[in-house]
């Protein structure tokens, strides 16, 4: 099992951009990937973003390619998401996961373990 916590939301206009961190620890983090996903209200969890163990493989989904962007730092056990030219329909609260397998990356069912959440939202 892998313990996550999100941090860096925040309130900031359309336009602007915010850095999304989740910091892991207990399982070793090296060896598993890693997701975002996002819940706005009144709405299911959707996928934003996920990226394989090696760091090599990212996978987006399409309302945010081009805008966000999955890396991770292994020295750090923390996974980030940079999020640019941030939309009103962006706001939601953003929640971090891990799995053991890359497939079905884009499936909330299909993970493991997940953080608390951040709130971003983004006002117009």
């Known amino acids: 099992q892998v313990q996550l916590v999100e941090s860096g939301g925040g309130l900031v206009q359309a336009g602007g951009s915010l850095r999304l961190s989740c910091a892991a620890s207990?399982?070793?983090?090296?060896?598993?990937?890693m997701g975002w996903f996002r819940q706005g209200s009144g709405k299911e969890r959707e996928f934003v973003a996920a990226i394989s163990w090696s760091g090599t493989i990212r996978s987006y989904a399409d309302s945010v390619k081009g805008r966000f962007t999955i890396s991770r730092d292994v020295a750090k056990n923390t996974v980030y998401l940079q999020m640019n030219s941030l939309k009103p329909e962006d706001t939601a609260i953003y929640y971090c996961?891990?799995?053991?397998?890359?497939?079905?990356?884009?499936?909330?069912?299909?993970?493991?373990?997940w953080g608390q959440g951040t709130q971003v939202t983004v006002s117009s």
């Open positions: 996961a891990a799995k053991g397998k890359w497939n079905t990356v884009s499936r909330a069912n299909e993970y493991d373990d």
């Open positions: 207990g399982r070793t983090f090296s060896n598993i990937h």
